[in-house]
């Protein structure tokens, strides 16, 4: 279903919620520096395709992420270090859109809740992973081309990116630059695949700009909340919610079949 369609069946209430959701994501990204993506595409796909959603997410994604990737003074080093592992996102995504259409598949609703799952699971754990500098050149290309595959097919940027990225032992400043980097260059895979993919969605380029102002408010009211509350509750209460709307869309979608 176009997206526009889906905006005329109900032209105030759905731009309403879309966002809401945008800005509990620029919350969550605010407080924890990183969700946006998977908060407002959990969300939004239980009222829309992902296609759909991920086309609204891709302006504010990019510039919250893009803002995300200061100080630029250590940004060239960065990448430096990164390149590998970016250009294999790149790679990922735009060759799994070419496969099977970017978040086009009849399964990419179901195969989103299963990396909700996945994703939750993960933070749940607390488990930490660990990376020999002498594996990156190996390892970088790799996991960024398994992180494209799974852009490509659920619109969620963080598997397995972001474990790897915290088993390279940054600093903290360092990993949200890192991941950063990561999510930008997602970000922009992820446009071109849903333009030129099998799958491709209607991008609807306005509606996503708009988007930006409640994902920068919800950033900047999650900036002050995590001077007050514990980053380990709050990130705790993100991922137990993540991991109940990943069974939700999982189990929706299995009952459908």
Same mark, same amino acid.
């Given at each position: 279903?176009?997206?526009?369609? *889906? %905006?005329?069946?109900?032209?105030?209430?759905? &731009?309403?919620?879309?966002? /809401?959701?945008?800005?509990?994501?620029?919350?969550?990204?605010?407080?924890?520096?990183?969700?946006?993506?998977?908060?407002? %595409?959990?969300?939004?796909?239980?009222?829309?395709?992902?296609?759909?959603?991920?086309? %609204? %997410?891709?302006?504010?994604? $990019?510039?919250?992420?893009?803002?995300?990737?200061? &100080?630029?003074?250590?940004?060239?080093?960065?990448? =430096?270090? +990164?390149?590998?592992?970016?250009?294999?996102?790149?790679?990922?995504?735009?060759?799994?859109?070419?496969?099977?259409?970017?978040?086009?598949?009849?399964?990419?609703?179901?195969? $989103?809740? /299963?990396?909700?799952?996945?994703?939750?699971?993960?933070? $749940?754990?607390? =488990? =930490?992973?660990? #990376?020999?500098?002498?594996?990156?050149?190996?390892?970088? &290309?790799?996991?960024?081309?398994? *992180?494209?595959?799974?852009?490509?097919? *659920?619109?969620?940027?963080?598997?397995?990116?972001?474990?790897?990225?915290?088993a390279l032992r940054w600093s903290s400043d360092?990993?949200?630059?890192?991941?950063?980097?990561?999510?930008?260059?997602? *970000?922009?895979?992820?446009?071109?695949?849903?333009?030129? /993919?099998?799958?491709?969605?209607?991008?609807?380029?306005? +509606?996503?700009?708009?988007?930006?102002?409640?994902?920068?408010?919800?950033?900047?009211?999650?900036?002050?909340?995590? !001077?007050?509350?514990?980053?380990?509750?709050? !990130?705790?209460?993100?991922? +137990?919610?993540?991991?109940?709307?990943?069974?939700?869309? #999982?189990? !929706?979608?299995? +009952?459908?079949?």
């Amino acid at each position: 279903m176009a997206l526009s369609h *889906t %905006l005329a069946q109900s032209p105030f209430v759905l &731009p309403a919620l879309v966002a /809401g959701v945008f800005l509990l994501a620029g919350l969550v990204k605010g407080v924890v520096g990183m969700g946006l993506p998977t908060v407002a %595409l959990g969300l939004l796909a239980l009222w829309m395709s992902p296609a759909e959603a991920a086309a %609204l %997410l891709i302006v504010p994604s $990019l510039v919250t992420n893009l803002w995300q990737m200061q &100080p630029w003074g250590r940004l060239a080093a960065m990448l =430096r270090r +990164l390149w590998p592992m970016q250009a294999g996102v790149a790679a990922g995504t735009l060759g799994g859109a070419w496969a099977f259409g970017a978040l086009g598949a009849a399964w990419a609703p179901a195969a $989103l809740g /299963g990396a909700l799952v996945v994703y939750a699971l993960w933070g $749940l754990s607390g =488990r =930490r992973l660990s #990376v020999a500098p002498s594996v990156e050149a190996l390892a970088g &290309p790799l996991v960024g081309g398994a *992180t494209g595959l799974v852009t490509a097919a *659920t619109g969620v940027f963080v598997l397995p990116a972001v474990p790897y990225l915290q088993a390279l032992r940054w600093s903290s400043d360092d990993l949200i630059q890192a991941m950063g980097v990561s999510f930008t260059v997602s *970000t922009l895979a992820l446009a071109a695949g849903l333009q030129f /993919g099998s799958g491709a969605a209607d991008m609807s380029w306005g +509606l996503s700009l708009a988007m930006l102002v409640p994902a920068l408010a919800g950033m900047a009211l999650g900036a002050a909340l995590r !001077r007050r509350l514990s980053p380990a509750v709050f !990130r705790r209460c993100f991922f +137990l919610g993540t991991l109940a709307l990943g069974a939700h869309m #999982v189990v !929706r979608e299995l +009952l459908r079949g």
